[in-house]
């Protein structure tokens, strides 16, 4: 993978990733994850369905957005000022995201890393998507500025899926760094296959794209949107 995408892999991208649990949060407020002794289990449980439902809607919107990203960069009809798409893609991330909480997260991680990416990775598209785009989407069109592809762009959503809620967990739990991370590195296969799979919406119509869901979690996410005291926006 070029060096340029692993700044945006990288966790310590200053686009604000620390302060998301990507979930994890409200299910360890929920008990749902390391009230029954079993910590780290738990959150490998939690890591894994969450590769099979965000992640996947994640890695398949952001291969999407470089894919349509690409086109619009061959097209002349996008330099005289058509739309590559950005609105169509956007209102499909809104419809696979029931729940206002999580896409309010959303919006707000896309306005921090477009931030970011207009400073590292300077291109036209970039400043095409408005100041609030979905996350992934942000993603995918700051992956093709890197020069990426959207296989690269899905790889990169799916490593966040992963990687920002293992590193909440061990803030949230207090779980041994090493144990979680040979644990990740056991989720490598599984995380290679949403890849895989995710990259193949890449040039499939818009609203192809997969509805994974997880009703649970959405409704944790409505419950920590009104607590009062958080570690994590989410």
């Given at each position: 993978?070029r060096?340029a995408?692993?700044?945006?892999?990288d966790s310590?991208?200053?686009a604000?990733?620390h302060?998301?649990?990507?979930?994890v949060?409200?299910?360890?407020?929920?008990d749902?994850?390391?009230?029954h002794g079993r910590?780290?289990?738990?959150?490998?449980e939690?890591l894994?369905?969450?590769?099979h439902?965000?992640?996947?809607?994640?890695?398949?919107?952001a291969?999407?957005?470089?894919?349509?990203?690409?086109?619009?960069?061959r097209?002349?009809a996008?330099?005289?000022g058509?739309?590559?798409?950005?609105?169509?893609?956007?209102?499909?991330?809104d419809?696979?995201?029931?729940a206002?909480?999580?896409?309010?997260?959303?919006?707000?991680q896309?306005r921090?890393l477009?931030?970011?990416?207009?400073r590292?990775?300077?291109?036209?598209?970039l400043?095409?998507?408005g100041?609030?785009?979905?996350?992934?989407?942000a993603?995918g069109?700051a992956?093709?500025?890197?020069?990426?592809?959207p296989a690269?762009?899905?790889?990169?959503?799916?490593?966040?899926?992963?990687?920002?809620?293992a590193?909440?967990?061990?803030?949230?739990l207090?779980l041994?760094p090493l144990?979680?991370?040979a644990?990740?590195?056991?989720l490598?296969?599984?995380?290679?296959?949403?890849?895989?799979?995710?990259?193949?919406?890449?040039?499939?119509?818009?609203d192809?794209l997969?509805a994974?869901s997880?009703p649970?979690?959405?409704?944790?996410?409505q419950a920590?949107?009104?607590?009062?005291?958080?570690l994590?926006?989410s």
């Amino acid at each position: 993978m070029r060096q340029a995408l692993l700044l945006l892999a990288d966790s310590r991208l200053p686009a604000g990733a620390h302060a998301h649990s990507g979930g994890v949060a409200p299910a360890v407020d929920a008990d749902l994850v390391g009230g029954h002794g079993r910590d780290l289990a738990e959150v490998v449980e939690f890591l894994r369905g969450r590769l099979h439902t965000a992640g996947l809607l994640a890695a398949a919107v952001a291969a999407r957005a470089a894919h349509l990203a690409a086109e619009a960069d061959r097209s002349p009809a996008t330099a005289s000022g058509a739309s590559p798409g950005w609105a169509e893609l956007d209102a499909e991330v809104d419809a696979r995201t029931p729940a206002p909480a999580q896409r309010a997260v959303s919006r707000a991680q896309g306005r921090a890393l477009l931030r970011v990416a207009r400073r590292a990775f300077p291109h036209p598209l970039l400043d095409a998507l408005g100041t609030h785009p979905h996350h992934p989407v942000a993603l995918g069109v700051a992956v093709h500025a890197a020069a990426g592809t959207p296989a690269e762009a899905a790889a990169v959503a799916v490593a966040g899926a992963v990687s920002g809620p293992a590193s909440a967990a061990v803030r949230l739990l207090g779980l041994d760094p090493l144990a979680l991370t040979a644990a990740q590195a056991a989720l490598a296969t599984t995380a290679d296959a949403v890849v895989a799979e995710a990259a193949r919406y890449a040039d499939q119509p818009t609203d192809a794209l997969p509805a994974p869901s997880a009703p649970l979690l959405d409704l944790l996410a409505q419950a920590h949107a009104r607590s009062e005291v958080r570690l994590f926006a989410s």
